[in-house]
């Protein structure tokens, strides 16, 4: 099984910066796309960012466009991605996970449950002054 590794999270004052990265453990033949979610307390896990391997093509969601950056390391067969995070909100404090895709999702990216993804342990992010 896929083993990931986040790190970065941290406490942040509103309009700071983190950058999170995620490390996989697969081999780089086995991971077509990486990708982040979050989860705040009570609400559900939704997406962030997310990244094809073979070709750097990135999703977002629409609230974190222009704000986030997902890029993976230039050197594909490390399988790390990275997300950095600027003028970060109150409303950005979250869980973030990193997820790995075995097979890339496209459009439906941001459906959290699919067969063929793995998922990191989570690391927190709090943004409060």
């Known amino acids: 099984e896929e083993q990931l590794v986040e790190a970065g999270g941290n406490l942040v004052q509103p309009g700071g910066s983190l950058r999170l990265s995620c490390a996989a453990s697969a081999p780089a033949s086995r991971i077509a796309c990486m990708g982040w979610f979050r989860q705040a307390p009570g609400k559900e896990r939704e997406g962030v960012a997310y990244i094809k391997v073979v070709n750097d093509y990135t999703y977002y969601a629409d609230s974190m466009r222009g704000r986030f950056t997902i890029s993976q390391a230039q050197d594909k067969a490390k399988n790390t991605a990275s997300l950095q995070m600027n003028s970060l909100k109150p409303e950005d404090a979250a869980v973030y996970f990193c997820?790995?895709?075995?097979?890339?999702?496209?459009?439906?990216?941001?459906?959290?449950?699919?067969?063929?993804?793995?998922w990191g342990q989570g690391t927190q992010v709090t943004v409060s002054s």
């Open positions: 997820l790995a895709d075995l097979v890339c999702r496209d459009r439906s990216w941001d459906t959290p449950d699919w067969a063929l993804r793995y």
